[in-house]
């Protein structure tokens, strides 16, 4: 494994279960978790193939009244990638990754539900892809100005499939308001370049917050997005899902995500392919909940050397780097030229830990499986 990705701090993991043993009833034991949406303390979870939602407690329990599977007779029936939710009208939003329109054009789509699931109908979301697997991977939703936007993340780097979708930093945000009849592109939201992910699964978005996950790199990006305009400032912060006990991955089919507090988000994970790692099996078609580690406490001796303005002289003091000794009652330290430096070449190497942090090993993740079975067994219909 790379160096830099195992240096790279892990998120921790709070509780996970399989999503066939939350579930009452006899189902189809395929569940391709592809999404998850966290509100008012439950979580509901779109599948890839199958139209309906689950609703699962906090406590990932079986017993839990509220806990079962909420059937959708009507609209599309698979490609489900992501699911969003309007606070304002109270509707859902069930994103399909990738539809043909006409003859040679795909399109991503949504489904739209009211607030007790009932199905309402679906709309384009007017951007071209170019080709029909490699779409819209996760969805968001929110305000400006009095208008509702859908956020639509890209699998692939820059929008692309094939290679060049898996050359890393390029990671891009289509934005969409409600049209005439579809939701209009108006924007694109481009990820920091230093977001070095070989592809995208999940995007979530409260206040100012936005996290992205990524499957084969299996890795969550936390950002900022301001409200008065559609850009992430600074270059945000990267955290690998927990490894096993050799730095491997585990965590391996990870595709949607939510915030369910500033520390906390829930992630659910596809189902592992026969081309995957075998160690992504004990994880897959799961749901999980993890905590964002509090930032390190910086070294005692390095804030006091700062506040002294120490930090300053080490790097500017003769233009060359100096060996300060910490100064005592009051005593500035004194500085130490490096022998036989030629001029301008510093007389040891200076990594900038900052960038080193950011940058990602990548591994290529295969294709999505295809199942047509549907659900059976005890489950609850939207009326």
């Not at 990820?191 to 969550?220: K, N």
């Not at 990267?238 to 050799?246: E, G, H, K, M, T």
């Not at 988000?265 to 995957?276: F, L, M, Q, Y």
């Not at 060359?320 to 009051?330: F, I, N």
């Amino acid at each position: 494994m790379d160096a830099t990705h195992t240096a790279m701090r892990q998120l921790e993991l709070v509780r996970e279960a399989k999503i066939l043993d939350i579930l009452e009833g006899s189902l189809n034991p395929r569940l391709e978790a592809s999404g998850v949406l966290a509100k008012d303390g439950l979580f509901y979870v779109i599948f890839d193939n199958l139209p309906h939602i689950a609703r699962i407690g906090p406590a990932l329990a079986r017993a839990a009244s509220y806990t079962h599977m909420i059937v959708q007779e009507k609209g599309h029936r698979r490609g489900f990638e992501d699911i969003a939710h309007d606070p304002r009208s109270g509707r859902f939003y069930v994103l399909i990754e990738s539809l043909r329109r006409g003859r040679a054009k795909f399109m991503a789509a949504v489904q739209e539900y009211d607030a007790d699931f009932r199905y309402i109908g679906s709309s384009w979301l007017d951007f071209p892809l170019d080709r029909p697997n490699k779409g819209l991977e996760g969805l968001a939703c929110v305000h400006r100005d009095g208008q509702t936007y859908l956020l639509g993340l890209c699998e692939g780097n820059r929008c692309k499939g094939g290679a060049e979708g898996r050359i890393p930093g390029g990671g891009r945000i289509q934005v969409f308001r409600r049209g005439h009849r579809d939701w209009d592109r108006v924007g694109k939201i481009r990820l920091p370049e230093t977001v070095l992910f070989e592809d995208y699964s999940g995007i979530t978005v409260t206040g100012d917050r936005i996290a992205v996950v990524s499957q084969a790199s299996s890795a969550l990006w936390l950002g900022r997005l301001p409200a008065d305009g559609w850009r992430v400032t600074g270059a945000g912060t990267a955290y690998a899902f927990p490894r096993d006990a050799d730095g491997n991955i585990v965590y391996g089919t990870a595709e949607g995500v939510s915030w369910i507090a500033p520390d906390q988000v829930v992630v659910v994970s596809d189902k592992a392919k026969p081309e995957h790692d075998h160690r992504f099996r004990a994880k897959d078609q799961s749901i999980h909940v993890f905590r964002i580690p509090a930032p390190p406490t910086p070294s005692p001796l390095l804030a006091l050397g700062e506040a002294f303005g120490y930090q300053q002289r080490i790097l500017t003091e003769h233009r060359q780097p100096v060996v300060h000794s910490l100064g005592v009652g009051g005593v500035p330290p004194a500085g130490k030229q490096p022998g036989r430096v030629a001029k301008r070449q510093p007389a040891f190497d200076l990594v900038n830990l900052q960038r080193e942090g950011h940058r990602l090993r990548v591994a290529r993740v295969h294709g999505r499986g295809d199942d047509r079975r549907q659900a059976a067994g005890t489950v609850h219909h939207a009326q």
